[in-house]
T-cell receptor
């Protein structure tokens, strides 16, 4: 079956613009995670969705970041008024349940460059 | 503070040689430890996952070990191939944390295999 897909694969935007990143999880996976990976750094948790429960937003770095997920399907991560420090690879992962117990499957990521 | 430290930061080896990557963690209470391989421009892919009671786990030419007493893990790669060139990430899962923050990621070891 298809894995986790993300779009776009690359995004270059001007400082101050808004961007939307999309993630299509594996069908049937109730849990969905967004991570940020800066060059030379480890993955940084951003937000977690589990079924219809309230999302865990504890990793979002500022109120410029937000994410939505419709049911157990597609998720979008929105960054408003982008800053140069937002430049990173944004990874999405899905799993059958909480990733502490279930294997996570990662998408290829979206490379965001803010000029 | 829950942390995962990996060493070396980078490594260059000749094709056919073996190598060992290290992971030390201070995560408590411990749930499991995973090793991921991340090819350039791709999302991480799981290699092994080990719980507290497991000392070793193999996946083809990859063998992971876990010493829960000393909180150390290693990933041994046998007869390296050019395709092993990637970043190897150690991830430790903690019990009792919110799902989003339960996974603690190391910064990874970048392995380059040359011919």
């Amino acid at each position: 079956g298809a894995g986790v897909s993300q779009s776009p694969s690359n995004k270059v935007t001007e400082k101050g613009k808004d961007v939307e990143l999309r993630c299509d999880p594996i069908s049937g996976h109730t849990a969905l995670y967004w991570y940020r990976q800066r060059l030379g750094q480890g993955l940084e948790f951003l937000i977690y969705f589990q079924g219809n429960s309230a999302p865990d937003k504890s990793g979002l770095p500022s109120d410029r970041f937000s994410a939505e997920r419709t049911g157990e399907s597609v998720s979008t991560l929105t960054i408003q008024r982008t800053q140069q420090e937002d430049s990173a690879v944004y990874l999405c992962a899905s799993s059958l349940g909480t990733a502490a117990a279930y294997e996570q499957y990662f998408g290829p990521g979206t490379r965001l460059t803010v000029t | 503070k829950n942390q995962v430290e990996q060493s070396p930061q980078s490594l260059i080896i000749l094709e056919g040689k073996n190598c060992t990557l290290q992971c030390n963690y201070t995560v408590s209470p411990f749930s499991n430890l995973r090793w991921y391989k991340q090819d350039t421009g791709r999302g991480p892919v799981s290699l092994t996952i080990m719980t507290f009671s497991e000392n070793t786990k193999s996946n083809g030419r990859y063998t992971a070990t876990l010493d829960a007493d000393t909180k150390q893990s290693s990933l041994h790669i046998t007869a390296s191939q050019l395709s092993d060139s990637a970043s190897y990430i150690c991830v430790v899962s903690a019990l009792g944390f919110q799902a989003g923050t339960a996974l603690i990621f190391g910064k990874g070891t970048t392995l380059s295999v040359s011919s």
